[in-house]
Nanobody
């Protein structure tokens, strides 16, 4: 199993930036595809971004494309989500997820992930 712990959430004004981190432990981090999801208040959890094992492939939801950047540092067992030009509609609990994959592919569906962090709150004020 792999354990995931998110950090970096908080309150920010619209137009501001935050960087979320997802620290992994328990297994070889580079064996896992990683993803970020979010759950806005009163809504279902939704896909935000994904990155392959090597970091060579990434994929984004249309709503964050051009504003968010997913990355990973396999030496530090950590995945990141850099969020720029934040909007009030980005307010949500953000979760990171991991799935062991033998191929370096991105995983974009919630059901494609077996391991989840506890979430970190991001609030964007207008």
């Amino acid at each position: 199993q792999v354990q995931l712990v998110e950090s970096g959430g908080g309150l920010v004004q619209a137009g501001g930036s935050l960087r979320l981190s997802c620290a992994a432990s328990g297994r070889t981090f580079s064996d896992y595809a990683m993803g970020w999801f979010r759950q806005p208040p009163g809504k279902e959890r939704e896909f935000v971004a994904a990155i392959s094992r090597s970091g060579g492939s990434t994929y984004y939801a249309d709503s964050v494309k051009g504003r968010f950047t997913i990355s990973r540092d396999n030496a530090k067992n950590t995945a990141y989500l850099q969020m720029n030009n934040l909007k009030p509609e980005d307010t949500a609990v953000y979760y990171c997820a991991a799935e062991r994959r033998f191929q370096s592919v991105v995983v974009t569906t919630e059901t494609g992930y077996s391991y989840w962090g506890q979430g970190t709150q991001v609030t964007v004020s207008s």
